[in-house]
C-alpha cells in the first residue's frame, strides 16, 4: 500500500511506499526535503491542500538511504566555489605583491634619473665604478628608464585591474613583466610573478574576469 501525501512547499502530489513513513525525503519538483506522513494520513495536508481535494498524477519517488541534510531555500542559491568573494581571497594576494613591486621599481628608476641629472649639473660629484662610466651617461640611462617607467606603470595597472578580476589580459602582463629583468627589483618581481601566473591560470579565477 502507497502514503500520498503533497509537498508543502509546490503542492505536488507525491507518493511513496507505506514503510517510510516518518522518514525524510527530498521532493523531486522543488527540491524540498519533507517528512514522510503516517500510513492514512489525508492526502490534502498541508497548507497547499485541503481533504478531499482531487488528486492529480503523483510523482514516485525513493526516501534516501539516509538522512538528506537541509538544503538551502528554494529560489535561493547555495554557496559556491566559483563566488567573488572567494576568488577575490585568491587573486589579492599576489595582485599586492605585484603593485608593491611595481611602486619599488619606478622609485628606483626615478633614482637613476636623479644620478644621471646630478652627474651632469655637478661633475665629479658621483663617481661610477671602474669600467662603468657609461652606465651614468644620459644617452644610456634616459632610454633606458623611460621603458622601465612604461613596463613598471603597465605591472601596476596590472595588478590594480587584478585586484578588481578586472581586464584578465592586462593581469597577465602585470605578472609576466614582474618575471622580466629590468631591474633590482625583479629578485623579488620573479617569485611574485609566477605566483600570479599560477592564481590567473586557474579556472575559477578566468571564470571570474569574464563575468
Known amino acids: 500500500m ?119 649639473a655637478l661633475p665629479g660629484a658621483i663617481q661610477a665604478p671602474p669600467g662603468f662610466e657609461a652606465a651614468l651617461r644620459p644617452e644610456f640611462i634616459i632610454p633606458r628608464s623611460i621603458f622601465a617607467a612604461i613596463l613598471y606603470v603597465v605591472m601596476l595597472i596590472g595588478a590594480l585591474k587584478m585586484m578588481r578580476l578586472e581586464n584578465y589580459g592586462l593581469s597577465m602582463a602585470a605578472a609576466i613583466i614582474g618575471m622580466l629583468p629590468c631591474g633590482c627589483c625583479c629578485i623579488i618581481g620573479l617569485p611574485f610573478g609566477i605566483w600570479s601566473l599560477v592564481v590567473l591560470s586557474g579556472v575559477d579565477v578566468r571564470a571570474a574576469f569574464r563575468s
Do not use: Y
Not at 512547499?9 to 507505506?18: E, G, I, P, V, Y
Not at 517528512?35 to 482531487?54: I, L
Not at 531555500?73 to 566559483?82: D, K, T
Not at 611602486?103 to 646630478?118: Q, R
Open 2 to 120: 502507497a502514503i500520498e501525501f503533497r509537498c508543502t512547499q509546490c503542492s505536488k502530489l507525491l507518493r511513496t511506499a507505506d514503510d517510510t513513513a516518518g522518514k525524510k525525503a527530498k521532493c523531486p519538483e522543488c527540491g524540498a526535503v519533507l517528512d514522510v506522513p503516517a500510513s492514512g494520513a489525508p492526502v490534502g495536508s498541508g497548507p497547499f491542500g485541503t481533504p478531499g481535494q482531487p488528486s492529480d498524477s503523483p510523482s514516485h519517488f525513493q526516501p534516501p538511504s539516509r538522512p538528506v541534510a537541509p538544503g538551502p531555500s528554494p529560489g535561493q542559491p547555495g554557496p559556491s566555489p566559483f563566488s567573488e568573494e572567494v576568488i577575490l581571497a585568491k587573486v589579492r594576494p599576489p595582485a599586492i605583491a605585484l603593485l608593491v613591486t611595481a611602486i619599488l621599481s619606478l622609485f628606483l628608476v626615478l633614482a637613476d634619473v636623479i644620478a644621471v641629472v646630478m652627474a651632469e
